[in-house]
């Protein structure tokens, strides 16, 4: 795969490296944030109190993608990892 393609693929790269045979080793941070907001109505508060109410509760978590490519001396990937967490 060229670099062209793994452009085409991922995107434009975070940060680019150069080791000392001058091949290029580009790294992709991608971060994803997902919030859920759930809402229920009065349900037992409306049979104590004799009111309407709503409460709710959100949740969010958040995921990472790293990608590491690395390149050979004519541009094509030569190896690659990745890492992903949650929290």
Same mark, same amino acid.
């Given at each position: 795969?060229?670099?062209?393609?793994?452009v085409?693929? $991922?995107?434009?790269?975070?940060?680019v490296?150069?080791?000392?045979?001058?091949?290029? =080793?580009?790294?992709?941070?991608?971060?994803?944030?997902?919030?859920?907001y759930?809402?229920?109505?009065?349900?037992?508060?409306? $049979?104590?109190?004799?009111?309407?109410?709503?409460?709710?509760?959100?949740?969010?978590?958040?995921?990472? $993608? =790293?990608?590491?490519?690395?390149?050979?001396?004519?541009g094509?990937?030569?190896?690659?990892?990745?890492?992903?967490?949650?929290?």
């Amino acid at each position: 795969m060229t670099s062209e393609q793994v452009v085409e693929a $991922l995107g434009s790269p975070n940060m680019v490296t150069t080791d000392s045979q001058r091949r290029e =080793t580009w790294v992709y941070d991608k971060v994803s944030t997902n919030v859920q907001y759930s809402k229920s109505n009065g349900g037992v508060w409306l $049979l104590l109190f004799g009111a309407g109410g709503s409460a709710g509760s959100l949740s969010q978590n958040q995921r990472t $993608l =790293t990608i590491i490519v690395k390149f050979n001396s004519d541009g094509r990937v030569r190896d690659f990892a990745y890492r992903t967490s949650s929290f």
